[in-house]
């Protein structure tokens, strides 16, 4: 398969703004994660602590964070 025919389901406008959103979409969720991460990190200087939000997940965002050490 060459480039050409790999990316040509992009011709198609309606395809090209469903995966540009995608995209944009996956991109933000990944840094959000690494934020929020860093965020835990700064706010309580505990390495531990931002591990515990790490991976995030529905029932694990920064669920552990709040409580003591």
């Known amino acids: 398969m060459t480039w050409r025919e790999a ?3 992009l011709r198609s ?3 090209a703004w469903y995966f540009a ?3 944009s979409n996956t991109l933000g969720t990944m840094m ?3 934020a929020l991460t860093f965020a835990v990190l700064d ?3 505990s390495p ?3 591990a515990r ?3 995030p997940g ?3 965002w920064c669920c552990s964070c709040s409580s003591a050490a």
């Open 7 to 9: 990316f040509s389901p």
């Open 13 to 15: 406008r309606d395809f």
């Open 21 to 23: 959103s995608r995209f």
């Open 32 to 34: 959000a994660s690494i």
């Open 43 to 45: 706010l309580t200087d």
């Open 48 to 50: 531990a602590r931002s």
């Open 53 to 55: 939000c790490w991976p």
């Open 58 to 60: 529905p029932s694990r």
